[in-house]
């Protein structure tokens, strides 16, 4: 096995208890993970060695929210929205329509153009949701060429109700015969608990459906108003309740009692011209928090994180800090991950590097390519 020692690195975050950040600094790589890591004077020798000259070193993101398996666009929706029309939970139709018609071979070059764009932008592990198929056939094939990326795949055939149907006949396709088809392709089970796609009881039943049948819960909840959905998640054990834009004091005390991650979002927010949630209120309350692109054609098509850790601290009271821990470590813990998020010994070395001298950079120069290379 060949070991690699990166050194001379200005600012190493590795999320470790005791050294989670350390200046001037080297790392040793062996076999794919994290060996050894230090300050710069202390480096054992390697067989190959990298000089990094003074740049900061990152986790690699770990983007726990992206919906990756569509066709077309809805630049139109997006102008039609900047001048005043609202945002609604029906405009994911449009994508379906899309996607329906798309070729594997289309919608599996889509998926690839978007993982190059978020590598070159320091992300290293990604979940996909299906949800744009909405038929067994084309929510399947979702997964599967979803699968052919990431291991991180989620069934969200309960998006939103399909045109040609109603909603408990919907309900029990998905939790039917689309589960039993899916199941063998997914991770997670997902549901969009809000006004306008699922209500609570049918929220409950999808995911208990999906529960029993192995897989584990993660629920986009609190996104449009307020709701049921972040307690249902807290109540199911759920790994992630995402959005979280609209909570009450109630729903804020039940996720810090749980081991739920609050899934934020800001891309959506930016894109859809709402007011963002209160990352500074979760904090203070002790709740775990991730950051994550939500990455679709709809309400929030930007695949950066570090554009989502800037608005983060811009608008949402994180600091530079929590920030990068939530686009990192925190989205690791949304996906229950323990090998990835993070540097210290035995992580697989996922690591960006940026061309700043220091992590704050990627919320002080907002929409500057700052990575410079992913390993
Ligand atoms: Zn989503």
Redesign the pocket.
């Known amino acids: 096995m060949t070991s690699l020692l990166v050194t001379n690195v200005g600012e190493l975050v590795t999320w470790d208890d005791e050294r989670p950040i350390l200046s001037d600094a080297a790392f040793v790589v062996e076999g794919g993970r994290v060996s050894w890591f230090g300050t710069r004077a202390e480096a054992p020798a390697a067989d190959t060695v990298r000089d990094v000259a003074g740049a900061a070193v990152i986790p690699g993101f770990v983007d726990s ?1 992206t ?1 990756l398996v569509f066709a077309g666009d809805r630049s139109a929706e997006f102008n039609a929205r900047m001048a005043g029309q609202p945002y609604a939970a029906g405009g994911i139709r449009t994508t379906v329509a899309a996607t329906r018609a798309a070729t594997d071979e289309q919608l599996t070059a889509t998926i690839a153009r978007h993982l190059a764009e978020m590598r070159m932008q320091g992300t290293t592990t990604i979940e996909i ?1 299906s949800g744009y198929g909405l038929t067994v056939h084309d929510e399947a094939r979702s997964l599967a060429i979803a699968q052919q990326f990431t291991e991180e795949t989620t069934f969200l055939g309960a998006h939103v109700v399909p045109e040609d149907t109603d909603l408990p006949t919907y309900v029990d396709l998905v939790t039917g015969p689309m589960l039993e088809k899916c199941s063998p392709y997914a991770r997670w089970i997902d549901v969009f608990c809000e006004q306008g796609a699922f209500a609570e009881d049918e929220a409950r039943t999808v995911l208990k459906a999906g529960m029993a049948a192995g897989l584990l819960a993660r629920i ?1 909840a609190n996104q449009l108003g307020f709701g049921p959905g972040v307690q249902l998640a807290v109540e199911l054990g759920a790994a992630a309740a ?1 959005h979280c834009t609209y909570l009450t004091d109630a729903d804020i005390d039940a996720l810090a009692s749980s081991d739920t991650v609050a899934g934020l ?1 800001p891309g959506v927010e930016f894109s859809t011209r709402q007011p963002y949630p209160d990352a500074r209120r979760l904090l203070d309350a002790g709740v775990t928090v991730s950051l994550a692109t ?1 990455c ?1 054609p709809g309400s929030s098509y930007t695949s950066s994180m570090p554009f989502c850790i800037a608005v983060a601290v811009r608008d949402m009271g994180m600091s530079p800090r929590e920030a990068l821990w939530s686009a990192t470590k925190g989205g690791a813990r949304s996906l229950r991950r323990d090998d990835v998020g993070h540097l210290s010994i035995g992580a697989r070395a996922d690591y960006a590097v940026l061309n700043a001298p220091s992590f704050i950079h990627l919320a002080y120069r907002p929409g500057v390519p700052l990575v410079s290379s992913v390993g």
């Open positions: 929210h919906h949701k986009h995402d979002l939500d679709n």
